[in-house]
């Protein structure tokens, strides 16, 4: 099992920026890749953005590249979502994830093959 624990989240003004951390604990060794995934309400879940565990190759959604970095730390077992420019329809609940598969690129999107969760911060972007 691996546990994660998201922090960071809160109410910005468009235009601000916020960091999200997950620390990941538990059998860490068996992660590929790491996700940060997000749900306004009345709309599906979307990827927002994937790392690779080891070789920390990354994918973007299109509405957030340029403007969100997804990084990790090994020695922390911990991977962060620095968002920058945030608009209001950045607005939703922010999660993190844990996939044992292998994948890549648009592949990494699905968010059913992900195998943990973290429990989600909340973001809210004001006008």
């Known amino acids: 099992q691996v546990q994660l624990v998201e922090s960071g989240g809160g109410l910005v003004q468009a235009g601000g920026s916020l960091r999200l951390s997950c620390a990941a604990s538990?059998?860490?060794?068996?992660?590929?890749?790491m996700g940060w995934f997000r749900q306004a309400p009345g709309k599906e879940r979307e990827l927002v953005a994937v790392?690779?565990?080891?070789?920390?190759?990354?994918f973007y959604a299109n509405s957030v590249k340029g403007r969100f970095t997804i990084s990790r730390d090994n020695a922390k077992n911990t991977v962060y979502l620095q968002m920058s420019s945030l608009k209001p329809e950045d607005t939703a609940v922010y999660s993190c994830?844990?996939?044992?598969?292998?994948?890549?690129?648009?592949?990494?999107?699905?968010?059913?093959?992900?195998?943990?969760w973290g429990q989600g911060t909340q973001v809210t972007v004001s006008s």
């Open positions: 994830a844990a996939r044992r598969a292998y994948c890549s690129g648009y592949g990494c999107s699905r968010h059913r093959e992900y195998d943990y």
């Open positions: 538990g059998r860490t060794f068996s992660v590929y890749a």
């Open positions: 790392i690779n565990w080891s070789g920390g190759s990354t």
